[in-house]
């Protein structure tokens, strides 16, 4: 049987609105991981004690999961930035199929490191909101309260992200299976 043209054109218009919608997902999730590394790339609060000669400063880089957010955050909107004309290109040809393949599988990647690093910064957050009493960890979250703001925050961002990763990936494979 050979399809009509008015079968065929439906099926070419929801490959580019899945294709639209992918490039969308795109860009605010490149947005939220940039917002989510600079935001916590630019945490710093010092606290004056005592004297002024003594002080307490926190920083992200100060703990090395926080440093891992940072990077994983700046890689996945950076793989997300470079992945742009790719989606565009989907957009103009909704046929390709074979390039949506690679993408899914980057996106994957891209989701497992996202996710990492705003689970690896989540555990530290956590402890710095609430301690532990069972290894002596204290709070500091009643001393430093912008900078677990800050923190707390970014983690909005990046899992925001992953979300919007997930909702990619999963455009692309629909888009696949109309084929």
């Not at 690093?117 to 009643?142: D, E, M, P, R």
């Amino acid at each position: 049987m050979k399809a009509t043209a008015g079968e065929a054109y439906p099926r070419k218009g929801v490959n580019r609105g899945l294709s639209v919608l992918d490039l969308f997902f795109r860009i605010i999730a490149a947005v939220g991981t940039l917002g989510s590394a600079v935001a916590m790339g630019t945490t710093d609060e010092t606290l004056p004690f005592i004297t002024q000669f003594f002080r307490f400063r926190a920083r992200y880089d100060d703990i090395p999961s926080l440093t891992f957010f940072v990077i994983a955050n700046a890689i996945v909107c950076g793989y997300l930035v470079l992945s742009l004309p790719i989606s565009i290109y989907h957009i103009i040809r909704s046929k390709a199929n074979n390039s949506r393949v690679i993408l899914i599988i980057f996106d994957a990647a891209m989701l497992a490191l996202v996710t990492a690093g705003a689970s690896a910064a989540a555990a530290i957050v956590y402890l710095a909101h609430k301690g532990n009493a069972s290894t002596n960890w204290f709070a500091i979250c009643q001393q430093f309260n912008s900078f677990c703001k800050r923190i707390s925050g970014s983690l909005i961002g990046s899992f925001g992200s992953g979300v919007l990763l997930v909702l990619t990936i999963t455009t692309a494979a629909i888009a696949i299976s109309r084929r």
